[in-house]
T-cell receptor, first 110, second 113 residues
Framework: QKEVEQNSGPLSVPEGAIASLNCTYSDRGSQSFFWYRQYSGKSPELIMFIYSNGDKEDGRFTAQLNKASQYVSLLIRDSQPSDSATYLC??????????FGAGTRLFVKA | DVKVTQSSRYLVKRTGEKVFLECVQDMDHENMFWYRQDPGLGLRLIYFSYDVKMKEKGDIPEGYSVSREKKERFSLILESASTNQTSMYLCASNQEAEGNTIYFGEGSWLTVV
């Protein structure tokens, strides 16, 4: 069974701190990796994706990928209370098969 | 922007009723998906379709069927709703040429009583 594992949390950080969310995946054939944010009662929305080893930055968000360790992370700098949500990690080996993690709940304390 | 529209946001149905959940995407995506999401279980794939009239079972297809008569429309059917099908249902679409990013609809909350 191919899996994407995330710590369910909750992860609690103070406002202004860096939040670090982690994810591991089991399928070495995974090619693309995604981070989604999901507010309570809402559908997931894409934050960013990453294909290549290393870091990818988009505003306050940085995704990190290490294929050798099968590890993906998301850093949120200057965390805001509005960042409080569940963050889903996903990995895909192709157009049809995307595996989602169960999500990490993040709380940013004002 | 990609738009995936689920026409029914909140439904309450009785056990044994037939339920249709409709989904339309406006970006000409080849692939469409139906997931359900339950607390503690994450997103689970019910069915997906990679072309008109084509469908493939996902991880939890039992009790569900789907229909894709047009490229932009993918319907989920519960032939005889049961209380354990109470859940949030998410429709999604993607295109391999766009990096496989999955775009979700707003979700349909189904309660079966």
């Amino acid at each position: 069974q191919k899996e994407v594992e995330q710590n369910s949390g909750p992860l609690s950080v103070p406002e202004g701190a860096i939040a670090s969310l982690n994810c591991t995946y089991s399928d070495r054939g995974s090619q693309s990796f995604f981070w989604y944010r999901q507010y309570s009662g809402k559908s997931p929305e894409l934050i960013m994706f990453i294909y290549s080893n290393g870091d990818k930055e988009d505003g306050r968000f940085t995704a990190q990928l290490n294929k050798a360790s099968q590890y993906v992370s998301l850093l949120i700098r200057d965390s805001q209370p509005s960042d409080s949500a569940t963050y889903l990690c996903a990995a895909t080996t192709g157009g049809f098969k995307t595996i989602f993690g169960a999500g990490t709940r993040l709380f940013v304390k004002a | 922007d990609v738009k995936v529209t689920q026409s029914s946001r909140y439904l309450v149905k009785r056990t044994g009723e037939k339920v249709f959940l409709e989904c339309v995407q406006d970006m000409d995506h080849e692939n469409m998906f139906w997931y359900r999401q339950d607390p503690g279980l994450g997103l689970r794939l019910i069915y997906f379709s990679y072309d008109v009239k084509m469908k493939e079972k996902g991880d939890i297809p039992e009790g569900y069927s789907v229909s894709r008569e047009k490229k932009e429309r993918f319907s989920l059917i519960l032939e005889s709703a049961s209380t354990n099908q109470t859940s949030m249902y998410l429709c999604a679409s993607n295109q391999e040429a766009e990096g496989n990013t999955i775009y979700f609809g707003e979700g349909s909350w189904l309660t079966v009583v």
